[in-house]
C-alpha cells in the first residue's frame, strides 16, 4: 500500500502546472485534490459550462467536440509524463463529460445542473456496461476520455427522458 501511494504521489510530482497540456488536463488544478479529485473536476467544469451555455448550441457542440480530440492528446501526453495511465488527477475528461451531460437539460437551472451532476458522477463512478468495457479496453488517451464521453453520453439521455416525461420542472 506504501509503495502504491508513493507511487501516486511521485506520478503526482511530475506534474508541471505552467505545462498547458497538463494545466488542462488537471482541469486547471482541480484534479489534484487530495479527496475525490474527479467530483473536483466535474465542479470545476461548470463555471465554464455556464460560459458554454450562453454560445449558439451548435458552437457548444463544435466546442465540446475540439475538446475531445484535444484532450485525447493531453490526456495521452500527460498521463505519460506522469508515467500513470489514468491517474486520478487527469479530470480534463470529467470536463467533457459533465458538458455533454449538460447539454441536455431542458432548463438551465441550477436544479437541473445538480441533477445532471449527481447522474454523471454515478455513472462515472459506477462504471456500469458498456462503460466499464471501454474504461478496460481502450487505452492511451482515448481510452482515458471515452469512458466519460459514454457516461456523458448516457448522463444526457437520462436527463432528456427525465425532463421530457416531467415536463413541468424537477420541482
Request: net charge positive; with cysteine; proline share 5%.
Amino acid at each position: 500500500m506504501t509503495t502504491l501511494h508513493s507511487s501516486k504521489a511521485e506520478a503526482k510530482r511530475r506534474l508541471n502546472l505552467r505545462n498547458p497540456w497538463h494545466l488542462l488536463a488537471t482541469g486547471f488544478g482541480s484534479g489534484l485534490s487530495p479527496v475525490v479529485p474527479g467530483t473536483m473536476g466535474s465542479l470545476a467544469a461548470i463555471p465554464f459550462w455556464c460560459l458554454l451555455i450562453l454560445l449558439p448550441w451548435q458552437l457548444y457542440s463544435l466546442v465540446v467536440m475540439l475538446g475531445i480530440c484535444i484532450g485525447v492528446y493531453l490526456c495521452h501526453r500527460t498521463a505519460r509524463d506522469m508515467g500513470v495511465h489514468d491517474h486520478g488527477s487527469i479530470v480534463w475528461d470529467e470536463f467533457i463529460g459533465m458538458w455533454i451531460t449538460l447539454m441536455a437539460l431542458p432548463i438551465n437551472d441550477w436544479r437541473w445542473v445538480a441533477v445532471g451532476f449527481v447522474i454523471f458522477r454515478i455513472l462515472d463512478m459506477w462504471k456500469p456496461w458498456p462503460i466499464r468495457w471501454f474504461d478496460r479496453n481502450v487505452q492511451g488517451g482515448m481510452g482515458i476520455m471515452v469512458d466519460d464521453i459514454i457516461a456523458g453520453i448516457i448522463s444526457a439521455g437520462i436527463i432528456w427522458l427525465i425532463g421530457h416525461y416531467w415536463p413541468i420542472g424537477l420541482l
